[in-house]
Protein backbone atom coordinates (compact mmCIF):
# COMPACT_ATOMS: atom_id res chain seq x y z
CA UNK A 1 0.00 0.00 0.00
CA UNK A 2 1.18 3.22 -0.60
CA UNK A 3 1.76 5.87 1.55
CA UNK A 4 -0.89 8.55 2.54
CA UNK A 5 -1.62 11.41 0.44
CA UNK A 6 -2.82 13.60 3.83
CA UNK A 7 -2.71 12.22 7.27
CA UNK A 8 -3.29 13.65 10.68
CA UNK A 9 -2.31 12.40 13.79
CA UNK A 10 -3.42 13.39 17.06
CA UNK A 11 -4.87 16.74 15.40
CA UNK A 12 -7.14 19.09 17.92
CA UNK A 13 -8.07 22.53 18.70
CA UNK A 14 -10.15 23.57 21.35
CA UNK A 15 -11.66 26.41 21.98
CA UNK A 16 -11.85 28.10 25.82
CA UNK A 17 -13.38 24.35 27.27
CA UNK A 18 -14.32 23.20 24.25
CA UNK A 19 -12.86 20.68 22.44
CA UNK A 20 -13.67 21.24 19.26
CA UNK A 21 -11.42 18.55 17.55
CA UNK A 22 -9.71 16.60 20.16
CA UNK A 23 -7.28 14.25 18.66
CA UNK A 24 -8.05 12.87 15.38
CA UNK A 25 -5.98 10.48 13.60
CA UNK A 26 -7.06 9.99 9.87
CA UNK A 27 -5.42 8.73 6.98
CA UNK A 28 -5.94 9.43 3.22
CA UNK A 29 -5.14 7.48 0.09
CA UNK A 30 -4.18 9.19 -2.77
CA UNK A 31 -7.43 9.09 -5.51
CA UNK A 32 -9.84 8.69 -2.76
CA UNK A 33 -13.24 10.13 -2.59
CA UNK A 34 -14.14 10.37 1.43
CA UNK A 35 -17.01 11.80 2.74
CA UNK A 36 -17.07 13.28 6.60
CA UNK A 37 -20.15 13.58 7.94
CA UNK A 38 -21.69 14.34 11.80
CA UNK A 39 -23.96 16.09 13.77
CA UNK A 40 -23.72 19.82 14.26
CA UNK A 41 -20.56 20.68 16.10
CA UNK A 42 -18.82 17.50 15.48
CA UNK A 43 -15.68 19.54 14.35
CA UNK A 44 -15.91 18.69 10.76
CA UNK A 45 -15.25 22.19 9.74
CA UNK A 46 -12.84 22.88 11.93
CA UNK A 47 -10.57 19.99 11.00
CA UNK A 48 -11.05 21.73 7.22
CA UNK A 49 -9.70 24.64 8.55
CA UNK A 50 -6.91 23.36 9.97
CA UNK A 51 -5.99 21.11 7.22
CA UNK A 52 -6.01 24.30 5.11
CA UNK A 53 -4.19 26.76 7.31
CA UNK A 54 -7.49 28.35 8.29
CA UNK A 55 -6.97 27.53 12.17
CA UNK A 56 -4.38 26.41 13.89
CA UNK A 57 -4.16 23.53 15.57
CA UNK A 58 -3.27 23.37 19.22
CA UNK A 59 -2.03 20.09 19.58
CA UNK A 60 -1.02 17.20 16.92
CA UNK A 61 0.25 17.71 13.26
CA UNK A 62 -0.77 17.06 9.28
CA UNK A 63 1.35 15.87 7.18
CA UNK A 64 0.78 16.36 3.17
CA UNK A 65 3.05 13.92 1.00
CA UNK A 66 5.24 13.35 3.47
CA UNK A 67 5.77 16.60 4.52
CA UNK A 68 4.20 18.37 7.97
CA UNK A 69 2.08 21.39 6.80
CA UNK A 70 0.60 22.28 10.04
CA UNK A 71 1.23 25.63 10.94
CA UNK A 72 1.80 26.73 7.29
CA UNK A 73 -0.12 29.56 6.59
CA UNK A 74 -2.75 28.98 3.92
CA UNK A 75 -1.14 30.28 0.89
CA UNK A 76 1.54 28.13 1.83
CA UNK A 77 -0.97 25.31 1.80
CA UNK A 78 -2.79 25.55 -1.26
CA UNK A 79 0.33 26.12 -3.24
CA UNK A 80 1.38 22.29 -2.27
CA UNK A 81 -1.71 21.29 -4.04
CA UNK A 82 -5.08 21.66 -2.10
CA UNK A 83 -7.65 23.45 -2.61
CA UNK A 84 -11.01 23.87 -0.18
CA UNK A 85 -14.10 25.29 -0.79
CA UNK A 86 -15.63 26.75 2.63
CA UNK A 87 -18.78 26.35 4.03
CA UNK A 88 -20.62 29.78 2.78
CA UNK A 89 -19.40 30.48 -0.65
CA UNK A 90 -16.19 31.94 -0.59
CA UNK A 91 -15.21 33.79 -4.45
CA UNK A 92 -14.66 37.19 -5.42
CA UNK A 93 -18.27 38.59 -5.85
CA UNK A 94 -17.43 42.05 -7.50
CA UNK A 95 -15.81 40.32 -10.01
CA UNK A 96 -17.64 38.30 -13.02
CA UNK A 97 -16.98 34.61 -13.76
CA UNK A 98 -14.46 34.39 -15.91
CA UNK A 99 -12.13 36.71 -14.12
CA UNK A 100 -12.97 34.33 -11.05
CA UNK A 101 -11.97 31.36 -12.76
CA UNK A 102 -8.96 33.00 -14.37
CA UNK A 103 -7.60 34.01 -10.64
CA UNK A 104 -7.65 30.32 -10.10
CA UNK A 105 -6.27 29.07 -13.18
CA UNK A 106 -3.28 31.48 -13.47
CA UNK A 107 -2.25 28.92 -10.40
CA UNK A 108 -1.87 25.87 -12.41
CA UNK A 109 -1.08 27.47 -16.00
CA UNK A 110 2.23 28.94 -17.01
CA UNK A 111 0.86 31.60 -18.66
CA UNK A 112 -1.50 34.37 -19.49
CA UNK A 113 -3.14 32.49 -22.35
CA UNK A 114 -3.40 29.28 -21.38
CA UNK A 115 -4.86 30.32 -18.22
CA UNK A 116 -7.72 32.79 -19.53
CA UNK A 117 -8.24 29.20 -22.41
CA UNK A 118 -8.82 26.67 -19.10
CA UNK A 119 -11.08 29.26 -17.27
CA UNK A 120 -13.44 29.11 -20.47
CA UNK A 121 -12.63 25.13 -20.49
CA UNK A 122 -13.76 25.38 -16.79
CA UNK A 123 -16.49 27.52 -17.39
CA UNK A 124 -18.48 24.93 -19.85
CA UNK A 125 -17.74 22.38 -17.36
CA UNK A 126 -19.43 24.00 -14.41
CA UNK A 127 -22.35 24.44 -16.59
CA UNK A 128 -22.12 28.76 -16.55
CA UNK A 129 -21.20 28.69 -20.56
CA UNK A 130 -22.89 31.86 -21.31
CA UNK A 131 -22.67 33.15 -17.78
CA UNK A 132 -18.75 34.33 -18.35
CA UNK A 133 -19.71 37.71 -18.32
CA UNK A 134 -21.99 37.86 -15.57
CA UNK A 135 -21.16 39.20 -12.06
CA UNK A 136 -20.65 36.93 -9.37
CA UNK A 137 -22.80 38.74 -6.63
CA UNK A 138 -25.69 38.53 -8.85
CA UNK A 139 -25.36 34.84 -9.23
CA UNK A 140 -28.14 32.56 -7.49
CA UNK A 141 -26.39 30.74 -4.51
CA UNK A 142 -25.72 27.11 -6.43
CA UNK A 143 -24.44 28.93 -9.57
CA UNK A 144 -22.29 31.14 -6.99
CA UNK A 145 -21.08 27.42 -5.29
CA UNK A 146 -20.75 25.88 -8.91
CA UNK A 147 -18.14 29.47 -9.59
CA UNK A 148 -16.37 28.16 -6.33
CA UNK A 149 -15.83 24.64 -7.62
CA UNK A 150 -14.81 25.58 -10.99
CA UNK A 151 -12.32 27.85 -9.34
CA UNK A 152 -11.33 24.22 -7.29
CA UNK A 153 -11.47 22.54 -10.73
CA UNK A 154 -9.14 25.40 -12.53
CA UNK A 155 -6.46 25.44 -9.71
CA UNK A 156 -5.95 21.80 -10.40
CA UNK A 157 -5.31 20.79 -6.77
CA UNK A 158 -4.01 17.35 -5.55
CA UNK A 159 -6.65 17.60 -2.77
CA UNK A 160 -9.42 19.03 -2.65
CA UNK A 161 -11.85 19.92 0.22
CA UNK A 162 -15.60 20.50 -0.05
CA UNK A 163 -17.31 21.80 3.00
CA UNK A 164 -21.23 21.49 1.91
CA UNK A 165 -20.70 22.05 -1.56
CA UNK A 166 -24.53 20.94 -1.70
CA UNK A 167 -25.86 23.03 0.69
CA UNK A 168 -29.47 24.58 -0.32
CA UNK A 169 -29.42 23.46 -3.39
CA UNK A 170 -32.36 22.41 -5.21
CA UNK A 171 -33.13 18.49 -5.93
CA UNK A 172 -31.70 18.92 -9.63
CA UNK A 173 -28.49 21.27 -8.36
CA UNK A 174 -27.51 18.88 -6.07
CA UNK A 175 -27.30 16.22 -9.10
CA UNK A 176 -25.30 17.88 -10.97
CA UNK A 177 -23.10 19.09 -8.17
CA UNK A 178 -22.78 15.22 -6.79
CA UNK A 179 -21.54 14.57 -10.93
CA UNK A 180 -19.16 17.70 -11.00
CA UNK A 181 -17.23 16.12 -7.71
CA UNK A 182 -17.12 13.06 -9.56
CA UNK A 183 -15.60 14.74 -12.37
CA UNK A 184 -13.16 16.50 -9.74
CA UNK A 185 -12.59 13.23 -8.32
CA UNK A 186 -11.18 11.59 -11.61
CA UNK A 187 -7.92 13.93 -11.05
CA UNK A 188 -7.88 14.72 -8.13
CA UNK A 189 -8.68 13.06 -4.10
CA UNK A 190 -11.56 14.60 -2.38
CA UNK A 191 -12.67 14.87 0.93
CA UNK A 192 -16.68 16.21 1.29
CA UNK A 193 -18.37 17.18 4.24
CA UNK A 194 -21.95 17.25 4.05
CA UNK A 195 -25.20 16.66 6.16
CA UNK A 196 -27.17 15.39 3.40
CA UNK A 197 -27.51 11.92 3.41
CA UNK A 198 -28.86 11.41 -0.01
CA UNK A 199 -26.21 12.85 -1.67
CA UNK A 200 -23.62 11.03 0.30
CA UNK A 201 -24.80 7.60 -1.23
CA UNK A 202 -25.53 9.23 -4.33
CA UNK A 203 -21.47 10.51 -4.80
CA UNK A 204 -20.95 6.92 -2.59
CA UNK A 205 -17.17 6.97 -1.07
CA UNK A 206 -15.62 5.66 1.77
CA UNK A 207 -17.66 7.54 5.17
CA UNK A 208 -15.73 8.92 7.94
CA UNK A 209 -17.91 9.30 10.84
CA UNK A 210 -17.23 12.50 12.90
CA UNK A 211 -18.90 13.41 16.42
CA UNK A 212 -17.61 15.58 19.11
CA UNK A 213 -14.16 16.31 18.10
CA UNK A 214 -13.60 12.50 17.31
CA UNK A 215 -13.69 9.78 14.69
CA UNK A 216 -16.37 7.80 15.72
CA UNK A 217 -17.10 5.06 12.71
CA UNK A 218 -15.48 4.53 9.25
CA UNK A 219 -16.20 2.44 6.46
CA UNK A 220 -18.36 2.00 3.00
CA UNK A 221 -21.88 3.75 3.63
CA UNK A 222 -23.71 0.81 4.07
CA UNK A 223 -21.77 -0.23 6.94
CA UNK A 224 -21.67 3.29 8.59
CA UNK A 225 -25.50 3.99 8.33
CA UNK A 226 -25.91 -0.04 9.91
CA UNK A 227 -23.54 1.31 13.00
CA UNK A 228 -25.72 1.04 15.82
CA UNK A 229 -23.28 4.19 17.27
CA UNK A 230 -23.42 6.02 14.48
CA UNK A 231 -27.23 5.49 14.64
CA UNK A 232 -27.44 6.59 18.00
CA UNK A 233 -24.76 9.68 17.94
CA UNK A 234 -25.98 11.22 14.42
CA UNK A 235 -29.54 9.97 13.13
CA UNK A 236 -30.86 9.64 16.23
CA UNK A 237 -33.60 6.74 16.02
CA UNK A 238 -34.86 8.20 12.46
CA UNK A 239 -34.69 5.50 9.76
CA UNK A 240 -32.05 6.27 6.99
CA UNK A 241 -33.55 6.20 3.55
CA UNK A 242 -32.13 8.13 1.11
CA UNK A 243 -35.21 9.33 -0.99
CA UNK A 244 -35.41 12.38 -3.21
CA UNK A 245 -38.24 14.46 -1.11
CA UNK A 246 -34.98 15.09 1.78
CA UNK A 247 -33.04 16.39 -1.17
CA UNK A 248 -35.53 18.97 -2.54
CA UNK A 249 -35.88 21.32 0.23
CA UNK A 250 -34.40 24.49 -1.78
CA UNK B 1 -14.32 40.93 -29.78
CA UNK B 2 -10.54 41.25 -30.40
CA UNK B 3 -11.86 43.62 -33.19
CA UNK B 4 -13.66 45.84 -30.52
CA UNK B 5 -10.86 45.89 -27.88
CA UNK B 6 -8.06 46.55 -30.76
CA UNK B 7 -10.75 49.50 -31.45
CA UNK B 8 -10.36 50.31 -28.20
CA UNK B 9 -6.64 50.43 -27.29
CA UNK B 10 -6.39 52.95 -30.33
CA UNK B 11 -8.97 55.06 -28.78
CA UNK B 12 -7.04 54.68 -25.71
CA UNK B 13 -3.51 55.48 -27.54
CA UNK B 14 -5.22 58.45 -29.43
CA UNK B 15 -6.65 59.90 -25.87
CA UNK B 16 -2.87 59.29 -24.57
CA UNK B 17 -1.65 60.96 -27.42
CA UNK B 18 -3.74 64.34 -27.43
CA UNK B 19 -3.36 64.19 -23.49
CA UNK B 20 0.30 64.59 -24.44
CA UNK B 21 0.32 67.10 -26.82
CA UNK B 22 -2.33 69.05 -24.11
CA UNK B 23 0.75 69.03 -22.15
CA UNK B 24 3.27 69.66 -24.07
CA UNK B 25 1.04 72.69 -25.73
CA UNK B 26 -0.25 74.03 -22.87
CA UNK B 27 2.32 76.33 -21.86
CA UNK B 28 2.49 78.08 -25.04
CA UNK B 29 -1.31 79.18 -24.84
CA UNK B 30 -1.63 79.98 -21.03
CA UNK B 31 -0.06 82.90 -19.41
CA UNK B 32 2.18 81.97 -16.30
CA UNK B 33 -0.13 82.36 -13.66
CA UNK B 34 -2.79 79.93 -15.24
CA UNK B 35 0.30 77.79 -15.67
CA UNK B 36 0.99 77.90 -11.95
CA UNK B 37 -2.39 76.95 -10.86
CA UNK B 38 -2.69 73.92 -13.41
CA UNK B 39 0.58 72.28 -12.23
CA UNK B 40 -0.78 72.14 -8.59
CA UNK B 41 -4.09 70.89 -9.90
CA UNK B 42 -1.79 68.42 -11.85
CA UNK B 43 0.23 67.29 -8.58
CA UNK B 44 -2.27 66.97 -6.47
CA UNK B 45 -4.27 64.76 -9.02
CA UNK B 46 -1.02 62.47 -8.98
CA UNK B 47 -1.95 62.39 -4.58
CA UNK B 48 -5.88 61.42 -5.79
CA UNK B 49 -4.06 58.71 -8.55
CA UNK B 50 -1.84 57.11 -5.64
CA UNK B 51 -5.03 56.79 -3.51
CA UNK B 52 -7.54 55.69 -6.42
CA UNK B 53 -5.22 53.03 -6.64
CA UNK B 54 -4.42 52.21 -3.04
CA UNK B 55 -7.92 52.40 -2.11
CA UNK B 56 -10.22 51.53 -5.15
CA UNK B 57 -7.86 48.61 -6.29
CA UNK B 58 -6.02 47.61 -3.42
CA UNK B 59 -9.19 47.79 -0.86
CA UNK B 60 -7.42 49.67 1.48
CA UNK B 61 -8.84 52.70 3.19
CA UNK B 62 -5.34 55.05 3.56
CA UNK B 63 -6.93 58.18 6.06
CA UNK B 64 -2.77 58.48 5.94
CA UNK B 65 -1.67 59.14 1.74
CA UNK B 66 -0.76 62.61 3.14
CA UNK B 67 1.86 61.55 4.95
CA UNK B 68 3.81 60.02 2.21
CA UNK B 69 3.01 63.01 0.25
CA UNK B 70 4.18 65.24 3.06
CA UNK B 71 7.86 62.84 3.29
CA UNK B 72 8.38 63.41 -0.33
CA UNK B 73 8.18 67.04 0.09
CA UNK B 74 10.39 67.09 2.87
CA UNK B 75 12.66 64.34 1.93
CA UNK B 76 13.12 66.21 -1.49
CA UNK B 77 13.82 69.42 0.24
CA UNK B 78 16.42 67.85 2.53
CA UNK B 79 17.65 66.44 -0.24
CA UNK B 80 18.11 69.29 -2.38
CA UNK B 81 19.63 71.52 0.24
CA UNK B 82 21.98 69.26 0.84
CA UNK B 83 23.26 67.59 -2.30
CA UNK B 84 21.72 69.90 -5.25
CA UNK B 85 18.21 69.63 -6.84
CA UNK B 86 19.18 66.66 -9.16
CA UNK B 87 18.00 63.32 -9.69
CA UNK B 88 18.94 62.13 -6.83
CA UNK B 89 16.66 64.29 -4.46
CA UNK B 90 13.80 63.13 -6.22
CA UNK B 91 14.45 59.80 -5.94
CA UNK B 92 14.79 59.84 -2.81
CA UNK B 93 11.54 61.37 -2.40
CA UNK B 94 9.73 58.65 -3.80
CA UNK B 95 11.88 56.25 -1.82
CA UNK B 96 11.52 57.53 1.78
CA UNK B 97 7.96 57.59 1.31
CA UNK B 98 7.83 54.01 -0.38
CA UNK B 99 10.22 52.26 2.37
CA UNK B 100 7.67 54.24 5.50
CA UNK B 101 4.60 53.05 3.76
CA UNK B 102 6.39 49.49 3.22
CA UNK B 103 7.35 49.58 7.52
CA UNK B 104 3.65 50.66 7.90
CA UNK B 105 2.48 48.28 5.68
CA UNK B 106 4.15 45.33 7.59
CA UNK B 107 2.88 46.02 10.49
CA UNK B 108 -0.60 46.49 9.68
CA UNK B 109 -1.06 43.76 6.94
CA UNK B 110 1.13 40.82 8.73
CA UNK B 111 0.02 42.10 11.81
CA UNK B 112 -3.80 41.71 10.65
CA UNK B 113 -4.82 44.68 11.66
CA UNK B 114 -8.31 44.97 10.10
CA UNK B 115 -9.89 47.50 7.79
CA UNK B 116 -11.40 50.06 10.04
CA UNK B 117 -8.13 50.16 12.53
CA UNK B 118 -5.93 50.76 9.29
CA UNK B 119 -7.74 54.04 8.52
CA UNK B 120 -7.33 55.31 12.12
CA UNK B 121 -3.72 53.99 12.14
CA UNK B 122 -2.91 55.68 8.86
CA UNK B 123 -4.52 58.55 10.29
CA UNK B 124 -2.70 58.91 13.27
CA UNK B 125 0.86 58.28 11.78
CA UNK B 126 -0.03 61.67 9.74
CA UNK B 127 -0.76 63.77 12.60
CA UNK B 128 2.08 62.21 14.56
CA UNK B 129 4.28 63.39 11.70
CA UNK B 130 2.30 66.98 11.75
CA UNK B 131 3.88 67.28 15.25
CA UNK B 132 7.01 66.13 15.04
CA UNK B 133 7.23 68.55 12.12
CA UNK B 134 5.58 71.33 14.21
CA UNK B 135 8.19 70.75 16.74
CA UNK B 136 11.13 71.28 15.07
CA UNK B 137 11.97 74.66 15.05
CA UNK B 138 15.55 75.87 16.03
CA UNK B 139 18.74 75.58 14.79
CA UNK B 140 19.23 72.23 16.27
CA UNK B 141 16.65 70.56 14.00
CA UNK B 142 18.43 70.14 11.06
CA UNK B 143 19.21 67.62 8.49
CA UNK B 144 22.56 67.69 6.99
CA UNK B 145 22.63 71.70 5.73
CA UNK B 146 18.69 71.45 5.82
CA UNK B 147 16.90 73.67 8.54
CA UNK B 148 13.49 71.86 9.06
CA UNK B 149 12.09 75.05 10.46
CA UNK B 150 9.41 73.72 12.50
CA UNK B 151 5.98 75.62 12.12
CA UNK B 152 7.26 77.86 9.18
CA UNK B 153 8.75 74.53 7.56
CA UNK B 154 11.30 74.79 4.75
CA UNK B 155 11.75 78.22 2.64
CA UNK B 156 13.48 78.77 -0.76
CA UNK B 157 13.82 74.99 -1.73
CA UNK B 158 15.63 74.91 -5.02
CA UNK B 159 13.84 73.90 -8.21
CA UNK B 160 14.58 70.39 -9.69
CA UNK B 161 17.22 71.08 -11.93
CA UNK B 162 16.98 67.77 -15.21
CA UNK B 163 19.97 66.02 -16.04
CA UNK B 164 21.71 67.96 -19.08
CA UNK B 165 20.42 70.97 -17.88
CA UNK B 166 22.43 74.11 -16.47
CA UNK B 167 19.76 75.82 -14.56
CA UNK B 168 16.43 74.61 -12.76
CA UNK B 169 13.33 74.33 -14.06
CA UNK B 170 11.31 77.38 -15.05
CA UNK B 171 7.40 77.33 -14.52
CA UNK B 172 6.61 75.44 -18.17
CA UNK B 173 9.32 72.76 -17.85
CA UNK B 174 7.49 72.16 -14.78
CA UNK B 175 4.23 71.87 -15.86
CA UNK B 176 5.22 70.11 -18.77
CA UNK B 177 7.57 67.37 -16.43
CA UNK B 178 4.52 67.14 -14.18
CA UNK B 179 1.56 66.42 -16.54
CA UNK B 180 3.80 63.59 -18.21
CA UNK B 181 4.21 62.38 -15.07
CA UNK B 182 1.05 61.91 -14.26
CA UNK B 183 0.33 60.25 -17.26
CA UNK B 184 3.54 58.02 -17.02
CA UNK B 185 2.23 57.14 -13.56
CA UNK B 186 -1.83 56.80 -14.94
CA UNK B 187 -0.58 54.69 -17.67
CA UNK B 188 1.76 52.54 -15.81
CA UNK B 189 -0.83 52.01 -13.28
CA UNK B 190 -3.31 51.00 -15.93
CA UNK B 191 -0.73 48.45 -17.23
CA UNK B 192 -0.12 46.99 -14.05
CA UNK B 193 -3.86 46.54 -13.16
CA UNK B 194 -3.56 43.94 -15.87
CA UNK B 195 -0.60 41.75 -14.81
CA UNK B 196 -1.11 38.95 -12.74
CA UNK B 197 0.31 41.34 -9.66
CA UNK B 198 -2.10 43.84 -10.55
CA UNK B 199 -5.54 40.53 -10.48
CA UNK B 200 -4.44 39.56 -7.81
CA UNK B 201 -4.67 42.76 -6.02
CA UNK B 202 -7.88 43.61 -6.82
CA UNK B 203 -8.72 39.87 -5.92
CA UNK B 204 -7.22 40.27 -2.49
CA UNK B 205 -9.78 43.60 -2.53
CA UNK B 206 -12.75 41.14 -3.06
CA UNK B 207 -11.86 38.74 -0.68
CA UNK B 208 -8.55 38.03 0.74
CA UNK B 209 -9.03 34.46 2.04
CA UNK B 210 -10.33 33.17 -1.25
CA UNK B 211 -7.24 34.66 -2.48
CA UNK B 212 -5.51 32.76 0.28
CA UNK B 213 -7.04 29.59 -0.10
CA UNK B 214 -5.82 29.86 -4.29
CA UNK B 215 -2.23 30.34 -2.96
CA UNK B 216 -1.99 34.24 -3.63
CA UNK B 217 -0.15 35.90 -0.79
CA UNK B 218 -2.59 38.32 0.52
CA UNK B 219 -0.19 40.03 2.99
CA UNK B 220 2.76 40.52 0.45
CA UNK B 221 0.07 41.53 -2.40
CA UNK B 222 -1.44 44.69 -0.03
CA UNK B 223 2.15 46.04 1.23
CA UNK B 224 3.30 46.08 -2.24
CA UNK B 225 0.55 47.83 -3.56
CA UNK B 226 0.46 50.19 -0.42
CA UNK B 227 4.50 50.48 -0.79
CA UNK B 228 3.71 52.00 -4.67
CA UNK B 229 0.75 53.88 -3.56
CA UNK B 230 3.20 56.11 -1.07
CA UNK B 231 5.94 56.15 -4.23
CA UNK B 232 3.53 57.64 -6.13
CA UNK B 233 2.04 60.05 -3.19
CA UNK B 234 6.18 60.72 -2.67
CA UNK B 235 6.39 61.83 -6.31
CA UNK B 236 3.37 64.08 -5.71
CA UNK B 237 5.32 65.81 -2.74
CA UNK B 238 8.40 66.32 -4.27
CA UNK B 239 6.29 67.58 -7.20
CA UNK B 240 4.71 70.46 -5.12
CA UNK B 241 7.93 71.05 -3.04
CA UNK B 242 9.03 72.18 -6.52
CA UNK B 243 5.66 73.83 -7.44
CA UNK B 244 5.82 76.21 -4.36
CA UNK B 245 9.76 76.26 -3.72
CA UNK B 246 8.30 75.62 -0.11
CA UNK B 247 7.21 73.02 2.85
CA UNK B 248 5.79 73.30 5.67
CA UNK B 249 4.17 70.69 8.35
CA UNK B 250 0.57 71.70 6.70
CA UNK B 251 1.13 68.70 4.17
CA UNK B 252 0.58 66.59 7.37
CA UNK B 253 -2.92 68.32 8.51
CA UNK B 254 -5.95 67.18 9.30
CA UNK B 255 -7.43 68.57 6.29
CA UNK B 256 -4.95 67.85 3.86
CA UNK B 257 -5.47 63.97 4.69
CA UNK B 258 -9.59 64.12 4.72
CA UNK B 259 -8.97 66.24 1.41
CA UNK B 260 -7.71 63.36 -0.72
CA UNK B 261 -10.54 60.80 0.49
CA UNK B 262 -13.58 63.43 -0.81
CA UNK B 263 -11.72 63.51 -4.06
CA UNK B 264 -11.72 59.85 -4.31
CA UNK B 265 -15.19 59.42 -3.12
CA UNK B 266 -16.23 62.13 -5.15
CA UNK B 267 -14.50 61.01 -8.56
CA UNK B 268 -15.54 57.31 -7.96
CA UNK B 269 -13.97 54.38 -6.41
CA UNK B 270 -12.64 51.63 -8.56
CA UNK B 271 -11.38 53.94 -11.60
CA UNK B 272 -7.98 55.61 -11.75
CA UNK B 273 -9.56 58.57 -13.83
CA UNK B 274 -12.41 59.26 -11.41
CA UNK B 275 -10.43 60.50 -8.48
CA UNK B 276 -8.09 62.51 -10.35
CA UNK B 277 -11.17 64.40 -12.06
CA UNK B 278 -12.73 65.08 -8.58
CA UNK B 279 -9.58 66.35 -7.25
CA UNK B 280 -9.18 68.65 -10.24
CA UNK B 281 -12.73 70.06 -10.26
CA UNK B 282 -12.46 70.34 -6.21
CA UNK B 283 -9.77 72.09 -6.40
CA UNK B 284 -11.19 74.40 -8.86
CA UNK B 285 -14.10 75.22 -6.28
CA UNK B 286 -12.18 76.11 -4.07
CA UNK B 287 -10.52 78.22 -5.70
CA UNK B 288 -13.02 79.72 -7.13
CA UNK B 289 -14.61 80.20 -3.57
CA UNK B 290 -11.39 81.79 -2.22
CA UNK B 291 -12.12 84.71 -4.38
CA UNK B 292 -15.23 85.72 -2.61
CA UNK B 293 -16.22 86.01 0.84
CA UNK B 294 -19.93 85.23 1.24
CA UNK B 295 -19.74 81.24 2.37
CA UNK B 296 -17.39 79.77 3.83
CA UNK B 297 -15.35 76.93 1.64
CA UNK B 298 -14.83 74.49 4.29
CA UNK B 299 -19.06 74.57 4.68
CA UNK B 300 -18.97 74.05 0.74
CA UNK B 301 -16.86 71.25 0.61
CA UNK B 302 -18.79 69.81 3.59
CA UNK B 303 -22.17 69.81 1.27
CA UNK B 304 -20.27 68.29 -2.01
CA UNK B 305 -18.99 65.21 0.19
CA UNK B 306 -22.80 65.33 1.78
CA UNK B 307 -24.43 65.35 -1.67
CA UNK B 308 -22.37 62.76 -3.45
CA UNK B 309 -22.39 60.33 -0.62
CA UNK B 310 -26.31 60.28 -0.66
CA UNK B 311 -26.90 61.30 -4.28
CA UNK B 312 -24.09 59.91 -6.38
CA UNK B 313 -22.51 57.30 -4.14
CA UNK B 314 -20.38 55.93 -6.94
CA UNK B 315 -18.76 59.09 -7.34
CA UNK B 316 -18.54 60.76 -10.65
CA UNK B 317 -16.49 58.62 -13.66
CA UNK B 318 -18.03 55.08 -12.61
CA UNK B 319 -21.66 57.27 -12.52
CA UNK B 320 -20.72 58.93 -16.30
CA UNK B 321 -19.57 55.25 -17.80
CA UNK B 322 -22.80 53.96 -16.73
CA UNK B 323 -24.59 56.21 -18.63
CA UNK B 324 -22.23 55.73 -22.15
CA UNK B 325 -22.25 51.93 -21.57
CA UNK B 326 -25.12 50.15 -19.07
CA UNK B 327 -23.50 46.73 -19.39
CA UNK B 328 -19.71 47.76 -19.39
CA UNK B 329 -17.62 46.92 -16.49
CA UNK B 330 -14.66 48.98 -15.42
CA UNK B 331 -11.53 46.80 -14.93
CA UNK B 332 -13.13 46.70 -11.11
CA UNK B 333 -16.56 46.76 -10.18
CA UNK B 334 -16.65 45.86 -6.53
CA UNK B 335 -17.17 49.64 -5.33
CA UNK B 336 -20.17 49.46 -3.81
CA UNK B 337 -18.63 47.57 -0.80
CA UNK B 338 -15.91 49.75 0.96
CA UNK B 339 -13.20 46.47 2.27
Known sequence: ?250 | MTHASSLRSWGLAAAGALCVAGVLLAPQVTDTFALLALTVYLVMAMLALSLAFVWGFGGILCFGQAAFFGLGAYAYAIGAINFGPGVAALLLSVAVPAVFAALLGYFMFYGRISDVYLGVITLAVTLILFNLANSTSGSEYRIGEALLGGFNGIPSIPTLTLPGHDSPLEPEGLFRLVGLLLIAAYVGLRLLLRTRFGQVVVAVRENERRAELLGYDARLHKLLAFALGGAIAGLAGCLYANWGAFVNPGVFSLAQSAQIIIWVIVGGRGTLIGPMIGCVGIQWMVTALGGQQTVDTGLVLGVVLAAFVMLIPRGIAPTVMGWFAPRARPVATGQERVR
Open chain 1, 1 to 250: MSAPLLQTRRLGVSFGGVHAVREVDFDLAEGELRCLIGPNGAGKSTFFKMLSGQQLPDRGEVFFRGRRISGLAAHQIARLGIGIKTQVPSVFDGLDVLQNLHLAALRAQPSERAARAEAHAVLERVGLAGRGDARVGELAHGQRQWVELGMILASRPALVLLDEPAAGMTHHEVRKTAELIREINRASTVVVVEHDMAFIRMIAGRVTVFNRGEVLAEGSFDDVVSDPRVRDAYLGNKPIHSSNQETDHA
